[in-house]
């Protein structure tokens, strides 16, 4: 019992609650473009399976980062007492958890339509989602070193895996691309939906919050912009706008994808076309 105290203690390590773009923020921002050049730098050509290797393993060591999490905001020690308390608030189901899941079945399931959607997803909306996060931390940020440390990890690899995604051909630069993209978080929000309805109405949460997605009509939204729109919208044209929001930042995404591969493939062409009449 005291070697789990010890552990709990160790877990709940404190720091001073880190601020946007202070030391910390700009060494994860290091560390997670680092790891988009490595990724890109070293890719393989035609080789999916090493593609599929490296998300999986990314996915693995997140959910790894969530259970420490989920420890962490479970268990903790009073007065030489270990107490459990589930912060329903924290159930791992929102936005910016699915990449460790479509992650986890993305590296399991071999490449095909649902394995493509997955990747779509993984590079689209997760990449605008972590990119969200990684520019404006400040709602994500408390005094526990393991947490904060989590959290840069779990947006940062959202951003890193998604542009080596992109960057690999492993998602195809196409339009139609986006379409298994936007079947992915349909399921996810539908899911997140059912949730809300579920766990709401079970009598569980004991006057805590479960609003996962943000997209519950029991308790108020905390989403920039969004939030607002909540107040004067009726919830099932809140829930399109909510839908058509994110799925038209994704595809802005996929867009800008595009765009660079060609002006990096017109130069190459140039070059070449150079090089020929010399």
């Known amino acids: 019992m005291d070697v789990l105290k010890s552990i709990l203690n160790v877990f709940n390590a404190k720091m001073e609650t880190p601020t946007p773009y202070g030391w910390f923020h700009l060494l994860f921002w290091a560390i997670t473009v680092a ?30 980062l969530e259970v420490y999490k989920q420890i962490n905001y479970t268990f903790s020690v009073s007065d030489g007492v270990i107490k459990a308390d589930f912060q329903w608030y924290a159930f791992p189901f929102q936005f910016c958890s699915m990449p460790m899941y479509t992650g986890l079945l993305a590296g399991i399931i071999k490449r095909g339509k649902i394995h493509d959607a997955l990747c779509t997803f993984i590079a689209t909306y997760a990449l605008f989602a972590g990119a969200c996060v990684m520019f404006y931390p400040a709602d994500v940020f408390i005094g526990t070193i393991g947490i904060n440390i989590q959290t840069m990890i779990c947006h940062g690899s959202m951003v890193s895996i998604g542009v080596y995604l992109l960057y690999s051909g492993h998602v195809r630069l196409k339009h139609k691309t986006m379409l298994g ?12 939906m059912i949730l809300n309805e579920v766990i709401y109405y079970s009598g569980i949460l004991g006057g805590e919050t479960f609003n996962m997605f943000f997209v519950s009509r029991h308790f108020d ?53 150079e090089l020929a009449l010399r």
Do not use: E, W
């Open 181 to 192: 993209g936007i079947a992915v978080f349909s399921i996810c929000v539908t899911t997140a």
């Open 221 to 273: 939204g905390t989403l920039p912009v969004y939030s607002s729109v909540q107040n004067v919208v009726p919830f099932p044209f809140c829930l399109i706008i909510y839908i058509a929001m994110f799925s038209l930042a994704a595809y802005v995404i996929l867009l800008a994808a595009m765009g660079i591969k060609a002006l990096v493939d017109k130069k190459k062409t140039q070059k070449k076309a």
């Open 35 to 64: 790891a988009a050049l490595l990724l890109c730098v070293f890719h393989k050509r035609n080789d999916p399976d090493r593609v599929r290797r490296i998300v999986l393993i990314t996915s693995i060591f997140v959910i790894v």
